[in-house]
């Protein structure tokens, strides 16, 4: 069975900046992409980035230069380096996994998801 948990979630100051963590089991890590998304409250769950088996990695416009992902496949784990948040980027921030090498900017492409992390910006 294929778990992914998120952590690194927390409050953060506009300006600055947070790294969140998802880390899975239960599947063949290395040849999997896994992306993230977003979902602010009363909003749609939005595509942030991904990154393929590879480590390629591709993003939303708005994000590009400021967020950065990675993974370690020793560790199963994918990381999500935010920087220069604003208050609109306050969310629930979800890794997901596609069983597949590469990624995809839709939700419907994920079959597994985790849990979520919340992320808030605010003074």
């Known amino acids: 069975q294929v778990q992914l948990v998120e952590s690194g979630g927390g409050l953060v100051q506009p300006g600055g900046s947070l790294r969140v963590s998802c880390t899975a089991s239960?599947?063949?890590?290395?040849?999997?992409?896994i992306g993230w998304f977003r979902q602010a409250p009363g909003k749609e769950r939005k595509f942030v980035t991904a990154?393929?088996?590879?480590?390629?990695?591709y993003s939303e416009d708005s994000v590009k230069g400021r967020f950065t992902c990675s993974r370690d496949n020793a560790k199963n784990t994918v990381y999500l380096q935010i920087d220069s948040l604003t208050h609109e980027e306050t969310a629930v921030y979800y890794c997901?996994?596609?069983?597949?090498?590469?990624?995809?900017?839709?939700?419907?492409?994920?079959?597994?998801w985790g849990q979520g992390t919340q992320v808030t910006v605010s003074l």
């Open positions: 239960g599947l063949a890590f290395s040849s999997s992409a």
């Open positions: 990154i393929n088996w590879s480590g390629t990695t």
């Open positions: 997901a996994e596609r069983a597949h090498p590469y990624g995809s900017r839709s939700v419907d492409d994920y079959p597994c």
